[in-house]
């Protein structure tokens, strides 16, 4: 072999070297990485459902649901506050001239803040919980007061999400030569958390130029009018599904203050665990579960709830979120019951508020009681509008 072709032959071997070196040195960014900060998210969404019939039928039927859904975490090194609210109300008629119209609501709230006994940890903790809860037809209000302790931490890495999304933008269109290093994810996933900060100080219309600015400098980098214009685009139009990692368990002895029954003063005994996982960027895995039960002179009762959850970013517009929900009721004086719900949606985001879903799923109800309705698995369909408020 000739020299002249040794040495472009060593040349080439080089520079695939470095370039594999280079590849090798591009770190590999994961949602836990992500850090304990200071946070602050909301989740509210308005679901809705409508459909109506008329002709061949005496009178127009129509069958109305709606359901509301809101939370508000707060994160920081000693504490996590969390203001949760859910609630479903519909209303209906059927065909037949005699039909009435039939209406039902039911709303619980609950406020919850966990205080850990050393800051930046993911150990011992207190808890202090209070709940209402709202049924149509009963003669009083749930309200609950519980106080106890549980260990482990959760934290929202959402922000983190948010960064990973805004490189991969940033990169698929060459706006960004080089990955950031992971200490640089971290610095901006932190200004991300930021937001209300931001909203607050310089208000809900100009603090995006502020906020992006700062993200950039977090990330070490200097953008141009266009990568600025993505940036804005991707944090506000874009909406990525809250992200969670981490597990906690907790315990607790409170009173019923008030019963849906009538009944006051019961005491009651609670125990709770969750446990979340982002699998990869793109899914994310969360389980949580709760048992509660009122201590009545040998009539105890308790309701129990497990909700199991995978969903997975099918790109930047489609969410698929698949649940398993189950809700057993134990009672001394009436029948147990127990259901079980499997769904799965897709959600496809018209925009960062609106979005549209198809939902197919299975539920099966078993009451001990024969012939009554709901003996066989039932099979749903729906489509609808989710308006997202926060």
């Known amino acids: ?24 040195a591009e770190p590999t960014i994961s949602l836990l990485d992500y850090k304990q900060a200071t946070s602050a998210y909301q989740d509210a969404y308005l679901n809705g459902q409508f459909d109506a019939q008329s002709g061949n039928q005496d009178q127009t039927s129509y069958n109305l649901n709606l359901s509301v859904n809101y939370k508000q975490v707060f994160t920081s090194a000693d504490k996590n506050i969390k203001v949760s609210f859910s609630g479903s109300g519909s209303e209906l008629r059927g065909p037949n001239a005699t039909d009435p ?3 039902n609501y039911q709303a619980t709230g609950a ?3 966990d205080m850990y006994f050393e800051p930046n940890s993911n150990t011992a903790f207190w808890y202090g919980k209070g709940q209402l809860g709202l049924l149509k037809g009963t003669e009083k209000p749930y309200t609950t007061a519980t106080l106890g302790v549980g260990y482990g931490r959760v934290v929202n890495v959402t922000p983190m999400a948010k960064a990973i999304r805004l490189v991969e933008a940033l990169m698929e269109r060459n706006l960004l030569k080089a990955t950031p290093s992971i200490a640089a994810y971290q610095a901006a996933a932190e200004v991300i958390a930021r937001e209300p900060e931001y909203v607050s100080k310089y208000g809900s ?12 400098k977090a990330f070490g980098i200097t953008m141009d009018v266009k990568s600025a214009i993505k940036s804005y685009d991707v944090l506000s139009r874009e909406t990525i599904s809250s992200r969670k990692s981490g597990w906690l ?3 607790g002895v409170g009173a019923v203050l008030s019963n849906y029954d009538g009944t006051t003063g019961k005491p ?4 709770g665990a969750e446990y979340h996982q982002p699998i990869d960027n793109k899914t994310q895995f969360s389980n949580e579960a709760l048992l509660t039960s009122v201590i009545d002179s040998g009539k105890n009762s308790y309701h129990l709830t497990n909700l199991a959850t995978l969903t997975y970013q099918v790109s930047d517009r489609v969410d698929w979120e698949n649940s398993w929900l189950l809700d057993q009721v134990n009672n001394q004086s009436a029948p147990n019951v127990t259901s079980n719900t499997l769904g799965s949606t897709f959600r496809y985001y018209i925009s ?19 012939n009554n309705g709901n003996d066989e698995v039932n099979k749903r ?8 408020l926060k």
Do not use: C, H
């Open 249 to 251: 368990v907790r315990a």
């Open 111 to 113: 406020v919850t803040a």
């Open 101 to 103: 119209v039939v209406s």
């Open 381 to 388: 369909l729906q489509m609808g509008l989710t308006y997202r």
């Open 268 to 271: 009651a005994l609670e125990v």
């Open 1 to 24: 072999m000739k020299a002249p072709q040794i040495t472009r032959l060593l040349t080439a071997l080089v520079a695939v070297g470095s370039a594999s070196a280079a590849l090798a």
């Open 352 to 370: 960062n508020s609106l979005s549209f879903t198809v939902t197919a799923s299975l539920s099966k109800l078993e009451d001990g009681i024969s």
């Open 205 to 216: 219309i100009d603090y995006y130029m502020t906020w992006v600015q700062d993200i950039e």
